[in-house]
């Protein structure tokens, strides 16, 4: 079984410049997380799907992220316009709700480098 | 601002050293989770602890989930060196309304262990 794919694995964009990112969660799993990880540090939450739904985005910065699950499948985030502080790694995670396990599948992130 | 307070932030020991990494808080969490990360990679959950007062072994590594669900250890018998990388606890707020959930991240041990 495919783990969670996301793509690019690298990008490295000027300042100011727009860039998306794509995330494939495993099949069948409704819930879908996009996290912000800073260097030697944990995750933190930036929004969660269920299904096509974003169900959590309050840590979400809306004037410059937005992202968008419209079959509720894959997914992706975007920035416009890129800050030099949004260079980190942009993971994303995938759970099934009804399996009474609250398990998150990660997958290998995108290393975002802004300049 | 980090819920899930970890230490030590690095730690760097010889093969067949013992260690202990420690996750603090003041909440209390419905489960909590330790996940290992290497370079590159995603999170990868090594085990999920739910009671108070529970211990898990995993081969080396044996887990415990403090008494009040609040904190949560690791302990790593005789490290090896594919022991290395990032470990980092979550802990996991059960949302009734909806039956979904919040993980909340610590902020990170980096271990590394040499020959």
Do not use: M
């Amino acid at each position: 079984e495919a783990g969670v794919v996301q793509s690019p694995r690298y990008k490295i964009i000027e300042k100011k410049q727009p860039v998306a990112f794509w995330c494939n969660p495993i099949s069948g799993h409704n819930t879908l997380y996009w996290y912000l990880q800073n260097l030697g540090q944990g995750p933190e939450l930036l929004i969660r799907y269920e299904n096509e739904e974003a169900v959590d985005d309050s840590q979400l910065p809306k004037d410059r992220f937005s992202a968008e699950r419209l079959k509720g499948v894959d997914s992706t985030l975007k920035i416009q316009p890129a800050e030099l502080g949004d260079s980190a790694v942009y993971l994303c995670a995938s759970s099934f709700k009804g399996s009474g396990s609250y398990e998150q599948y990660f997958g290998p992130g995108t290393r975002l480098t802004v300049t | 601002t980090q819920l899930l307070e970890q230490s030590p932030q690095f730690l760097s020991i010889q093969e067949g050293e013992n260690l202990t990494v420690y996750c603090n808080s003041s909440s209390v969490f419905s489960s909590l989770q330790w996940y290992r990360q290497e370079p590159g990679e995603g999170p990868v959950l090594l085990v999920t602890v739910v009671t108070g007062g529970e211990v898990k072994k995993l081969k080396r590594l044996t887990f415990q989930f403090g008494d009040a669900r609040k904190d949560s250890s690791l302990h790593i018998t005789a490290a090896q060196p594919g022991d290395t990388g990032l470990y980092l606890c979550a802990g996991e707020r059960r949302l009734w309304l909806d039956n979904t959930d919040k993980l909340i991240f610590g902020t990170g041990t980096r271990l590394q262990v040499f020959p």
